[in-house]
């Protein structure tokens, strides 16, 4: 497979329905500061969610909002309305354990009614501790296995190729999961088929389940390894909303390359208590803590 | 159970062997051909190999489609995660390598992006049970069919001949979900005529008889073909079943040679635990009232000594000599008494 | 079969249960206490985790022992590999990592570099079944059973409750090999006594009787012992086995099962295909004359729904009700009809 | 795990019995070119062995058998007499289908009869396709499945480190096996665990098993990328036998990490008709190119 259809910043927008009815996103998405605040919603939703289920992961909840708000608060290219059209972007979130955030991203943007997200981890809910494809719309993958995300983008990314698509591929994955080697081998094969409509991005926020990474097993220098595996790379602020939506919405870095966003992020961001700590990896938030959280982001739940 | 127009008038009184064996050939080379048939008329088939563009037989295909055409090296993690992305994306690809890499290293990525996630992926294993011989058990895919047929959602086929590997092709090209298809390279006797319509969940039945089952698949369909001739000799009447359809599992043939034959053997490459013989044992000790003995032939629980496949094959007693073995154990022989 | 001495006497005699069910306890914590003493005592053991020091309750091990633990980080094949090296090394690594990824993912790795290897290593799959519940059929291990009772060399092992963790861990240390223990994380009744010693390929005798018997492991068991009680109640006396020692197995108890009571069940944290049911199903068939019918309980051909543990064992059924459904309907209620 | 046991290069060498006994490596391997003429005998045998199998992989055999004949000829301390002396240095032969190569080797140090090795591939024989270490003695570990090798190495060197003892371990590896991503979890690994105790040496013949590296998954910039994974690494000459050998007995390159020996080879080396062709991977020579290689090679088998 060598076809190489250039990724041009020209690309198809859904057709007919508007991208964003019912959504929470509502277009004044290209505004930091609301980013921000419907981001700090996420991080409330998801830590409700938590509350509820009394399971979760809300480290890497909070450490990813920012990212999920600027995705889908306008880079990403979807339709609600038709959760498969075959042209819209793709968005994997391999750290599949931060679905509750995920979850909240999915039906702010207008995929499910909000209410749903207070069915998280009930019996038979659609909502499952890691995310179902079959279950709920605007979900691509099934993942919870660290090291399953890229691999499938990668797959997404060669068939937009293929059928000569302009669609991007984005996958999030944790920096502790990057010791699987299932990724590693998926890089070495992006970087072979030059997809440049492949958007790495790593929450960099220096902790797993048990440490900090570099004590369990360093990443550093993970900007140099993805070069070396081929990647055109950047390292931004992963809380700044500004700069992630600029950074995501024009990439590709580099044309004829995939591209690695390295998001040096705050694991349990946004929340004092959690911040840094190892122990929220899945650290349940009580009623105490979720108000104390709630005044922290300035936001409410938008169940 | 699949019974043939020819021998359906036929079926219920024993006869003379319908499916005679043909000329031998390698079922890779079906599964190739075809493979570029249905890419021909098919823009979304695909192929992704890992390294393996001459084992797989693909170097045609590659030649003809090399924008459909994915080699992701030396990796079958990714293989399968990239065939997952493809069908996310619209494509339909055919993931294939030996299986014994196949399953055994991607088991995960079978698991959860082909079986929970119900992903439009056809897994081709190749060159599987023991047919990489004296390259050894690292080699060997003796537990595939035990692994994979514990995989909620995924379809696993075992083809008998390169005239049903085409039907599996054909049938796994228009069927959505995730499959596993088991593909030899020992070089088997074409048993199905040309044309022949692969039917999920339906024994095929080769041969009426009525005093013993013999089930098989894959490479062993054509000895158990062969073993009846030799039990017909002794006035013993088999009935010949190509369990090709491993999952889902005709069930109600296993039950009608519960109580239409006395005695039941089956015959696979690969262990004898957990495999065709298990499901079948499965089906007689939960549903079959008074059934009728069981044999499962296949390996004990060891990994293979060295030697060509066929010697192996010939050591674990997978020839039609081993079933006939097993059947005149089971149910006596016939022949006078010298 | 393993007859605990105090009730050797009586076997014969349907009795009241001589194992009765003391108070819940996590077997995790039988079995980090266990590797802290035996660390103790034989400085070749060492543990290998993959980022899952909290999941795997090794903390104190961790603490006690830092030399030797060691934490490959998220990467399950290395991990094995990694227990492989360290036993050629000399050293004797227990690897311990959820269930789910550690057989999956390390498939091929358990397969060639234990198996095939005859390496002397422990796999400890922890939180093994659906003890991981909500989190979803990625973090279950239902056919962990079945996948890894078919390769060759491997010793599996699924103790019932603390005292038999304790014990199955003494035995791996003691045992040359390479074993693979199933440790759930769902707390259960306290079943064995303190000092209870594990013998491979023996069943454990909890309680006699002679109408069904009820073969059990893991989480099950207790619930099989609940449900004798019930059947008791009802006129039906159970023959309650442990059936914790998967490969090897004993046949003989399964053949003594088939002559000695009117029905089998078989309750299993996993699959119904393939694992604790299907080798009793596959020695029956093959073994036992006018067998008496099976029940497999189980998971049906399905990844679970959303739930806790405790909702998706009662979703399939997995529960004393189950078994007691399952054995009135095998061999009928003796209680005079209403 | 983090006790550091450092190597010195005062190793114990096995007790008592004489490390060369019944060996045709007879103390000579200091000399460059005996080396390289025991080299040969390695190759020759492999291809006749490959002759008499009618299977096998000549191209990799070839390529490896100096770094073999270097390491067995006197780099690694062991006793063919006690193939299990604790203390032994370990070498893996991850790329498992050079086992004509390895066992050639083996049988040359004395670890069994060299008459075994027309055995190859034989109805039960001890020479089976792949290493067997329940059938033969000397060999570490059963590999086939690319990408096994180095994980087991890196519990070898850690077993070392627990145990306070100075045997090195010695992985060699295939150039595409490195596509498995589980040699980059072990990697990551052993940097971790500072393994300075463990050499890695690629097998940098630039093909696979269908075609070159590079135009299947490209493995350049191959240095850094062990680099950013925390390795010391060299490029060397993989048939210069002075090289080979100097590198070998000095390892590790630095005291504190582990090594990585990039052997730059020849796909096929010494025989015309098989260098750089990927027929050759695992091509299998006819009488007529059996006599042309013991012509070009000078060499005979050793069996
Ligand atoms: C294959 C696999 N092994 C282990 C786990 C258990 N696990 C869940 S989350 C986690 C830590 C992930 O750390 P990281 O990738 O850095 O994510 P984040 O910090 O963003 O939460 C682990 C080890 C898993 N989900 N999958
Ligand atoms: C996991 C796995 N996948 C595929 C193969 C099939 N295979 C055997 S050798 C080979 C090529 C190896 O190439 P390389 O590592 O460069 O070795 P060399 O060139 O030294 O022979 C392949 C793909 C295998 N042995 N293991
Ligand atoms: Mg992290
Ligand atoms: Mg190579």
């Known amino acids: 497979m060598q076809s190489e259809v250039p990724v041009t910043t020209q690309r198809q927008s859904p057709g007919g329905v508007s991208a964003n009815a019912n959504s929470l996103f509502d277009g004044r998405e290209g505004d930091p500061a609301i980013l921000k605040h419907l981001a700090n919603r996420i991080r409330m939703t998801a830590m409700s969610m938590t509350n509820h289920a009394h399971l979760g992961h809300t480290g890497g909840d909070l450490s990813a909002s920012d990212v999920l708000a600027v995705l889908y608060g306008g880079v990403l290219q979807l339709d609600p309305q038709q959760p498969n059209w075959p042209q819209r972007d793709r968005f994997l979130l391999s750290k599949g354990h931060c679905a509750a955030a995920l979850y909240t991203a999915l039906a702010m943007r207008g995929f499910f009614e909000t209410a749903l997200l207070r069915t998280f981890m009930d019996p038979l809910s659609k909502l499952n501790g890691h995310p179902d494809r079959n279950k709920l719309p605007g979900v691509e993958a099934n993942t919870g296995p660290l090291g399953h995300g890229l691999p499938i983008a990668v797959g997404c990314a060669i068939a937009a190729k293929m059928r000569g698509e302009t669609w991007r591929t984005f996958v999030l994955t944790g920096d502790g999961e990057l010791q699987e080697g299932s990724n590693w081998e998926a890089a070495m094969s992006a970087q072979q088929y030059k997809l440049d409509n492949l958007i790495v991005i790593v929450d960099r926020n220096r902790l797993q389940q048990g440490d900090f990474t570099e004590n369990t097993i360093r990443m550093e220098p993970l900007a140099d390894k993805w070069r070396t595996f081929g990647f055109a790379v950047t390292e931004i602020d992963g809380h700044n909303t500004a700069t992630l939506r600029e950074v995501l919405s024009g990439a590709p870095l580099e044309v004829g390359k995939p591209t690695c966003i390295i998001a040096n992020t705050i694991k349990g961001k946004g929340v004092s208590f959690a911040e840094n700590q190892p122990a929220w990896h899945h650290g349940v938030p009580t009623e105490e803590q979720l108000r104390k959280a709630a005044e922290e982001l300035e936001a409410e739940p938008v169940w | ?338």
Not at chain 2, 29 to 38: G, I, K, N, R
Not at chain 2, 136 to 157: F, K
Not at chain 2, 308 to 319: P, V
């Open chain 2, 1 to 338: 159970m699949v019974t043939p127009p020819e021998i359906a008038a036929e079926e219920s009184q024993p006869s003379a062997p319908t499916y005679t064996l043909g000329p031998k050939a390698d079922c890779r080379d079906a599964f190739s051909q075809t493979l570029v048939e249905l890419a021909g008329s098919d823009p979304r088939v695909c192929a992704v190999v890992n390294d393996s563009v001459s084992s797989t037989k693909l170097k045609g295909f590659m030649g003809k489609y090399p924008e459909r055409f994915v080699n992701v090296g030396i990796a079958e993690q990714n293989m399968v995660g990239v065939g997952t992305g493809l069908a996310n994306g619209g494509m339909l690809p055919f993931v294939c390598g030996a299986s014994c890499f196949l399953t055994a290293r991607a088991m995960e990525q079978v698991k959860v992006d082909l079986g929970y996630t119900r992903s439009n992926v056809k897994l081709c294993g190749m060159s599987s049970g023991m047919a990489y011989g004296q390259l050894g058990p690292t080699h060997h895919s003796i537990e595939d069919i035990a692994w994979t047929r514990v995989i909620p959602n995924l379809t696993v086929i075992v083809p008998a001949d390169a005239a049903e590997t085409e039907a599996a092709m054909r049938f796994a090209h228009a069927t959505d979900g995730p499959m596993f298809l088991r593909i030899s390279r020992v070089p088997v006797p074409s048993i199905l005529p040309k044309g022949h319509v692969f039917e999920p969940g339906k024994a095929v039945l080769l041969r009426e008889g009525h005093d013993v089952t013999l089930m098989a698949n894959g490479v062993l369909v054509s000895r158990a073909l062969e073993a009846a001739n030799a039990l017909a000799a002794m006035g013993i009447e088999a009935r010949v079943l190509n369990m090709s359809s491993i999952k889902p599992f005709d069930e109600p043939a296993v039950l009608a040679a519960a109580r239409g034959t006395r005695g039941i053997v089956t015959a696979e490459e690969g262990l004898r635990a957990g495999g065709l013989g298990g499901i079948v044992a499965e089906i007689l000790a939960t549903k079959a009232r008074n059934a009728p003995p069981l044999r499962i032939l296949g390996l004990p629980d060891v990994f293979a000594p060295t030697g060509t496949a066929e010697f192996l094959l010939e050591h674990f007693g997978l020839t039609a000599k081993g079933i006939v073995d097993a059947s005149v154990e089971l149910v006596g022989s016939k022949l006078p008494a010298r």
